[in-house]
Antibody
Framework: QVQLQESGPGLVKPSQTLSLTCTVS??????????WSWIRQHPGKGLEWIGY???????YYNPSLKSRVTISVDTSKNQFSLKLSSVTAADTAVYYC???????????WGQGTLVTVSS | QSVLTQPPSVSGAPGQRVTISCTGS?????????VHWYQQLPGTAPKLLIY???NRPSGVPDRFSGSKSGTSASLAITGLQAEDEADYYC??????????FGGGTKLTVL
């Protein structure tokens, strides 16, 4: 069974870049067939899709975040990463990594990690 | 403002049946894209409940069912149990492969 685990700083200063990594175990990113995604949830709010990456490197981003987001993949480490630049308090959220079969785009989720933007 | 519209809350007594609607548009659900449903228990990550409009992953009780018609989809829960109290989200996508979520519905078991 594939498991996903988010890691990264829990506190980021305003204007800096938020960086998170998702480590995949129990399956290989490079085997293909899945989109590897980042999704966030503001405190007490709903879910917001940030973007996803295919193992080949093709990326798809939420248009509202596209100018600040970069998602990349490191198949040698079986990891994919999120960078969100110029963060503000509005970027404080629980960040989830997830994967979705390319045939369905239905997500299976990591446990999530809280990132707080504060000085 | 979510692209997919869900009622903010629904409630029902144990044993009853409740439904949660998810309304989209001709650009997403109405264009034929699948709808998926997630259950989020308090303090936990969302869990896939229904995929491909009406399919249940292994381990999901058959009390949960999904349907889709036109620009809308619905999640039905029969034989309501206390453990079903959670937030429920629908999800679809559009032609640019952007994933779209509903705003979520809080289910209260009375």
């Amino acid at each position: 069974q594939v498991q996903l685990q988010e890691s990264g700083p829990g506190l980021v200063k305003p204007s800096q870049t938020l960086s998170l990594t998702c480590t995949v175990s129990g399956g290989s990113i490079s085997s293909g067939g899945y989109y590897w995604s980042w999704i966030r949830q503001h405190p007490g709010k709903g879910l917001e899709w940030i973007g996803y990456i295919y193992y080949s490197g093709s990326t798809y981003y939420n248009p509202s975040l596209k100018s600040r987001v970069t998602i990349s993949v490191d198949t040698s480490k079986n990891q994919f990463s999120l960078k969100l630049s110029s963060v503000t308090a509005a970027d404080t959220a629980v960040y989830y990594c997830a994967r979705a079969p390319e045939s369905q785009l239905a997500f299976s989720w990591g446990q999530g990690t809280l990132v707080t933007v504060s000085s | 403002q979510s692209v997919l519209t869900q009622p903010p809350s629904v409630s029902g007594a144990p044993g009853q049946r409740v439904t949660i609607s998810c309304t989209g548009s001709s650009s997403n659900i109405g264009a034929g894209y699948d709808v998926h449903w997630y259950q989020q228990l308090p303090g936990t990550a969302p869990k896939l409940l229904i995929y491909g409009n009406s399919n249940r992953p292994s381990g999901v009780p058959d009390r949960f069912s999904g349907s889709k018609s036109g620009t809308s989809a619905s999640l039905a829960i029969t034989g309501l149990q206390a453990e079903d109290e959670a937030d429920y989200y629908c999800q679809s996508y559009d032609s640019s492969l952007s994933a779209l979520f509903g705003g979520g519905t809080k289910l209260t078991v009375l």
